[in-house]
């Protein structure tokens, strides 16, 4: 999230009007409040499985902040259809494979388990359907011989903090074509 935020400066076509999560202890909260960027917070617990509600309750500061774009980063909640129609083709979602390969959790063991000799992330337009939506990039990195899934998680970030600002700023340019990095 941060790298995000940062990059939207200057000539950027783009500026962060909201960090919003779902765990109010979430450190990019802090981060983003030190850059004089609005926070929110709607905790997922209290839900209790009623996605209708958590997901009304996070519509209330999307709607007052106004955002063209949403940029999920570390938004480890399923959202509902409904949801994400309501913000059609204007949601994004960093996701840490080389999608289509490995939608939803555990990406990096899974990668290490097929014996996968290359491993890395994708930027993609948010559907209903899980890490399905058309991608607009990705970016690999090798798989090495020592590697476990916390080695290779930490050179995948690596490259999603490479990948998404770039992505951002050609998607709010206007540009959905497929960024090669």
Do not use: W
């Not at 309501?86 to 840490?96: A, C, K, S, T, V």
């Not at 607009?136 to 690596?158: F, G, K, N």
Request: charged share 20%.
């Amino acid at each position: 999230m941060v790298t995000l935020a940062q990059s939207m400066q200057g000539d950027h076509p783009a500026r962060p009007v909201l960090v919003l999560s779902n765990n109010p202890q979430a450190k990019g909260l802090e981060r983003a409040a030190e850059m004089g960027i609005p926070t929110a917070a709607v905790d997922h617990r209290p839900f209790k499985g009623d996605r209708t509600a958590f997901e009304a309750a996070l519509l209330q500061p999307l709607l007052e902040a106004r955002p063209d774009v949403l940029c999920l980063a570390g938004f480890m909640r399923i959202l509902t259809g409904g949801f994400i129609e309501r913000f059609h083709g204007r949601m994004l979602n960093i996701h840490p494979s080389l999608l289509p390969k490995y939608p939803g959790l555990n990406t990096h063991q899974r990668a290490l388990d097929a014996g996968d000799a290359q491993a890395g992330c994708s930027v993609h337009e948010v559907i209903a359907d899980l890490d399905a939506g058309p991608i607009l990039a990705q970016a690999t990195v090798p798989v090495l011989p020592d590697d476990t899934s916390e080695t290779l998680a930490a050179r995948v970030l690596e490259q999603e903090h490479r990948l998404y600002p770039a992505v951002l700023r050609r998607f709010a340019s206007g540009d959905r074509s497929l960024l090669t990095l």
